[in-house]
T-cell receptor
């Protein structure tokens, strides 16, 4: 079974530039999560999707962050414009169904803002 | 104070040692408890998943949950250099949309 696939693995941009991350969840997993992990800390949830619907985006900084999950499979997370404090690893996870199903993570996109 | 506390380490042990990793938490609503292993520049990998109190064993790994003390542990027997990684505890409450709250991780180094 293929795992969660994320791209790109690394991204370096200048502040105020836009950036986008892509995630392909495990086949059959209808719940998708985006997390941000700062250095030396655990991941923190940004947004959760059930199929195409964003059901929890309370932690997403909506002034500059946006996300979409068209057709309930792949998802894209965008930042525009990026700020220095956005440097972090952006992780995507998926789980099968709702409830308290185990979440499986991709390897993340490491974002550096110059 | 964070909801989930975890000693950041690093914890350095010789190969073959028994390793004990721990987390404390403050939210009594947490009922699902997980341990993830994260290698450098990789995503978290699910190791153990337990519900409520008790023990769960999987190979060299044993997870323990003590809800009365709000304390969870992960034991690694016969530790190997390949176990060197950061270990993250995570937990969630029932009917909370599967929202995970993570500890900050403990870095483990197993020396040959």
């Amino acid at each position: 079974e293929a795992g969660v696939v994320q791209s790109p693995r690394y991204k370096i941009i200048e502040k105020k530039q836009p950036v986008a991350f892509w995630c392909n969840p495990i086949s059959g997993h209808n719940t998708l999560y985006w997390y941000r992990q700062n250095l030396g800390q655990g991941p923190e949830l940004l947004i959760r999707y059930e199929n195409e619907e964003a059901v929890d985006d309370s932690q997403l900084p909506k002034d500059r962050f946006s996300a979409e999950r068209l057709k309930g499979v792949d998802s894209t997370l965008k930042i525009q414009p990026a700020e220095l404090g956005d440097s972090a690893v952006y992780l995507c996870a998926s789980s099968q169904g709702g409830g308290n199903q185990p979440q499986h993570f991709g390897d993340g996109t490491r974002l550096s803002i110059l | 104070q964070k909801e989930v506390e975890q000693d950041p380490g690093p914890l350095s042990v010789p190969e073959g040692a028994i390793v004990s990793l721990n987390c404390t938490y403050s939210n009594s609503a947490f009922q699902y408890f997980m341990w993830y292993r994260q290698y450098s520049r990789k995503g978290p990998e699910l190791l153990m998943y337990t519900y409520s109190s008790g023990n769960k064993e999987d190979g060299r790994f044993t997870a323990q949950v003590d809800k009365s003390s709000k304390y969870i542990s992960l034991f690694i027997r016969d530790s190997q250099p390949s176990d060197s990684a950061t270990y993250l505890c995570a937990m969630s409450a029932a009917n909370a949309g599967n929202m995970l709250t993570f500890g900050g991780g403990t870095r483990l180094m197993v020396k040959p």
